[in-house]
């Protein structure tokens, strides 16, 4: 979709709007008004008494809107920062840089997150941004799950939150590189990984492969803006809303009974990683309120497994890879998860 803005066609007949257009402003709208509907909300009932809302309907209103609130700086960040890419950084150069081995490639895009420090929900667009600029399928998958660990933000602030106490540092550093490059490679068997794309977004990187895009940077920097936001915003409400429902059913005080079972712990704060949906610049300083509570693996498989997937980021991820190639990632990021996750209870 956002190669459609970004290629130049020719013009509408009078009195019409281009169909793709024409949903992409619409999704915008949607997005727009749910967000604008959930603040106004919230700010009309905070200063009402108890009993003027249900209590579960103003925790779900609060959460969902804490999420969204908390995510989207850095969904325009990386919007932003996927425009950059596709507009000012030639082919040529993403090319020249990176390694022509597929292996290496994939290493060093997992990097890549040192240079561009965006929480997990500023990297989805930034990683449509590399795939429609010519990167594989399985190496943008690669940086997608990885970016939202090794950028120096997220490594900062889990080492404030836990130094290098029980190896959680460690263990979220190495296992995130190691998880994020296993699905990469996995993606790389497909025979043809382009189909793991939605067909909405194969097609607009095929628009923008086979017809080079023309006119000025920054008419079609902020058509592409546009362009990108009104994709990720619907996705980035929905998800969020969904977090809110989830939390406002499910109980706390079930995950604090399993915390110190070395097995249960570590499905209970994967859960809560799921659930809570938070961003992984700070989601240390939240789950180090439970650090007391639950095993050291139980806390390293949260700050893995909810830094590459959570409810919020599904939603978001279901703009560009389909439902089959999602449940694989998914599979293969929980299934790890948890074996490092019992790893680390085993040795610390």
Same mark, same amino acid.
């Given at each position: 979709? !956002?190669?459609?803005?970004?290629?130049?066609?020719?013009?509408?007949?009078?009195? !019409?709007?281009?169909?793709?257009?024409?949903?992409?402003?619409?999704?915008?709208?949607?997005?727009?008004?749910?967000?604008?509907?959930?603040?106004?909300?919230?700010?009309? !009932?905070?200063?009402?008494?108890?009993?003027?809302?249900?209590?579960?309907?103003?925790?779900?209103?609060?959460?969902?809107?804490?999420?969204?609130?908390?995510?989207?700086?850095?969904?325009?960040?990386?919007?932003?920062?996927?425009?950059?890419?596709?507009?000012?950084?030639?082919?040529?150069?993403?090319?020249?840089?990176?390694?022509?081995?597929? !292996?290496?490639?994939?290493?060093?895009?997992?990097?890549?997150?040192?240079?561009?420090?965006?929480?997990?929900?500023?990297?989805?667009?930034?990683?449509?941004?590399?795939?429609?600029?010519?990167?594989?399928?399985?190496?943008?998958?690669?940086?997608?799950?990885?970016?939202?660990?090794?950028?120096?933000?997220?490594?900062?602030?889990?080492?404030?939150?836990?130094?290098?106490?029980?190896?959680?540092?460690?263990?979220?550093?190495?296992?995130?590189?190691?998880?994020?490059?296993?699905?990469?490679?996995?993606?790389?068997?497909?025979?043809?990984?382009?189909?793991?794309?939605?067909?909405?977004?194969?097609?607009?990187?095929?628009?923008?492969?086979?017809?080079?895009?023309?006119?000025?940077?920054?008419?079609?920097?902020?058509?592409?803006?546009?362009?990108?936001?009104?994709?990720?915003?619907?996705?980035?409400?929905?998800?969020?809303?969904?977090?809110?429902?989830?939390?406002?059913?499910?109980?706390?005080?079930?995950?604090?009974?399993?915390?110190?079972?070395?097995?249960?712990?570590?499905?209970?704060?994967?859960?809560?990683?799921?659930?809570?949906?938070?961003?992984?610049?700070?989601?240390?300083?939240?789950?180090?309120?439970?650090?007391?509570?639950?095993?050291?693996?139980?806390?390293?498989?949260?700050?893995?497994?909810?830094?590459?997937?959570?409810?919020?980021?599904?939603?978001?991820?279901?703009?560009?890879?389909?439902?089959?190639?999602?449940?694989?990632?998914?599979?293969?990021?929980?299934?790890?998860?948890?074996?490092?996750?019992?790893?680390?209870?085993?040795?610390?």
């Amino acid at each position: 979709m !956002t190669g459609d803005l970004l290629t130049r066609r020719g013009p509408s007949p009078a009195g !019409t709007a281009r169909p793709g257009r024409r949903s992409s402003l619409l999704g915008l709208g949607v997005g727009v008004a749910a967000l604008a509907a959930l603040i106004a909300i919230r700010t009309v !009932t905070a200063g009402w008494d108890d009993l003027s809302l249900p209590e579960a309907l103003r925790d779900f209103v609060t959460l969902s809107t804490s999420v969204i609130i908390e995510s989207l700086p850095f969904v325009f960040l990386g919007v932003l920062l996927s425009v950059v890419v596709q507009i000012w950084v030639p082919d040529r150069v993403i090319h020249r840089i990176l390694p022509r081995n597929r !292996t290496a490639r994939r290493a060093v895009l997992s990097l890549l997150g040192v240079l561009l420090p965006v929480c997990e929900c500023g990297n989805v667009p930034l990683a449509r941004g590399l795939v429609i600029k010519g990167v594989g399928v399985p190496e943008a998958a690669t940086f997608l799950l990885a970016a939202p660990i090794l950028n120096p933000v997220t490594i900062v602030t889990t080492y404030q939150a836990f130094g290098w106490n029980d190896g959680i540092l460690a263990g979220r550093i190495v296992g995130g590189f190691v998880i994020a490059n296993l699905v990469g490679w996995l993606f790389s068997r497909h025979p043809e990984p382009e189909r793991l794309l939605t067909p909405e977004f194969s097609a607009s990187c095929r628009v923008h492969r086979d017809h080079p895009v023309s006119g000025r940077r920054m008419r079609r920097a902020v058509a592409g803006f546009a362009e990108e936001t009104a994709t990720m915003l619907p996705a980035l409400v929905i998800g969020s809303l969904i977090a809110g429902a989830i939390q406002v059913g499910v109980s706390r005080d079930v995950l604090g009974a399993l915390g110190a079972n070395p097995i249960w712990s570590v499905l209970a704060l994967m859960a809560l990683a799921f659930i809570v949906a938070i961003c992984s610049n700070v989601d240390a300083f939240f789950i180090l309120a439970f650090g007391a509570t639950f095993t050291p693996g139980s806390i390293v498989a949260f700050l893995v497994f909810g830094a590459m997937v959570d409810v919020k980021m599904i939603a978001m991820m279901r703009t560009t890879f389909t439902t089959r190639a999602l449940v694989v990632l998914v599979s293969v990021v929980a299934l790890t998860t948890l074996v490092l996750g019992f790893g680390v209870n085993l040795l610390v």
